[in-house]
């Protein structure tokens, strides 16, 4: 069974900085693609910014020249730096994979349990 947890967090001031972290576990031989999505109460999850396997990253346009989506350190992990962060930042982010490939099984997608940010003006 593969599990995705997210760490990083916190509340912080508006045009202050985080950094998010995820970490992918379980068996996993790859990861086609990791993302971070992020909600709000009573709006639809929406996609901030995705990297793939082969290192291609994408970003939605209220994210572009202020977060940056990076593989970690270590394998199976994925890191999103938040810079110059605003109110409208403020939400729960989401990590998630796909296309896994574990030694069991093929093609799962999994989800982090969320980690709340919080940017105050």
């Known amino acids: 069974q593969v599990q995705l947890v997210e760490s990083g967090g916190v509340s912080v001031q508006a045009g202050g900085s985080l950094r998010l972290s995820c970490a992918a576990s379980?068996?996993?031989?790859?990861?086609?693609?990791m993302r971070w999505y992020r909600q709000t109460p009573g709006k639809q999850r929406e996609l901030v910014a995705t990297?793939?396997?082969?290192?291609?990253?994408n970003y939605a346009e209220s994210a572009k020249g202020r977060f940056t989506i990076s593989r970690g350190n270590a394998k199976n992990t994925v890191d999103l730096q938040m810079n110059s962060l605003k109110p409208e930042d403020t939400a729960v982010y989401y990590c998630n994979a796909d296309g896994i490939l574990t030694t069991r099984y093929v093609g799962l997608n999994a989800w982090g349990q969320g980690t709340q940010v919080t940017v105050s003006s």
């Open positions: 379980g068996s996993i031989l790859s990861i086609n693609a």
């Open positions: 990297i793939t396997r082969g290192g291609t990253t």
